[in-house]
């Protein structure tokens, strides 16, 4: 199974490295905005993850491929921008390593993973869990034939905005 991999983070980065431990999968790693969907029509790839990524992805790559998407929250709580540091600013001890398939709903496609993680600890810490649960739960999604989804009750959705350091060192 070909498997394009987009991100930039360290941590997506970490993960994507792990799923090059297992040979039934072809990892390619994209790191860039630039060139993405020349990179996805070069690769062809059967699934795309596209983890620790900003940027809205066009529908037309969503309709044409299995977009994945990794969120460190207990979606649908806590969707968009930031979701680590909203989550800690608001007091929470508990979040969850969230996998889910990407539509046109930001961040609100079904769940095929979701892993409960402590947000008590250093930043470290929190992103160490975060690679571990991520790691094991995109093995579970690319490996396994039974997977239960869940989808998510948009009822129970909340919606943060990206922090922006510049704009939070002024209020």
């Known amino acids: 199974m ?9 941590w997506a980065i970490e993960i994507y490295n792990n799923l090059k431990k297992i040979k039934k999968l072809e990892i390619i790693i994209h790191r860039e905005k630039k060139n993405l969907e020349r990179k996805i029509k070069k690769v062809c790839p ?5 983890y620790g990524w900003s940027w809205i992805i066009k529908d037309g790559i969503l309709e044409k491929y299995d ?7 207990r979606l649908p709580k806590y ?6 540091q909203n989550q800690i ?34 930043l470290d810490e929190i992103f160490n ?17 039974k997977i239960k989804i869940k989808k998510q009750d948009s009822k129970k959705a909340n919606f ?12």
């Open 2 to 10: 070909k498997v394009l991999c987009v991100g930039y983070r360290d």
């Open 46 to 50: 059967n699934i795309i993850l596209f």
């Open 67 to 73: 977009c994945f998407m990794l969120h460190p929250s």
């Open 79 to 84: 969707r968009g921008g930031s979701p680590i």
């Open 89 to 122: 600013i608001h007091g929470e001890k508990k979040s969850a390593v969230t996998i889910f398939k990407m539509n046109k709903i930001l961040d609100g496609g079904d769940i095929y993973y979701q892993n409960q993680i402590s947000l008590v600890g250093s």
């Open 129 to 145: 869990r975060i690679i571990d649960y991520g790691t094991r739960g995109t093995i579970k999604i690319l490996t396994s034939k």
């Open 160 to 171: 943060k905005k990206k922090r922006n350091q510049e704009k939070n060192e002024k209020t």
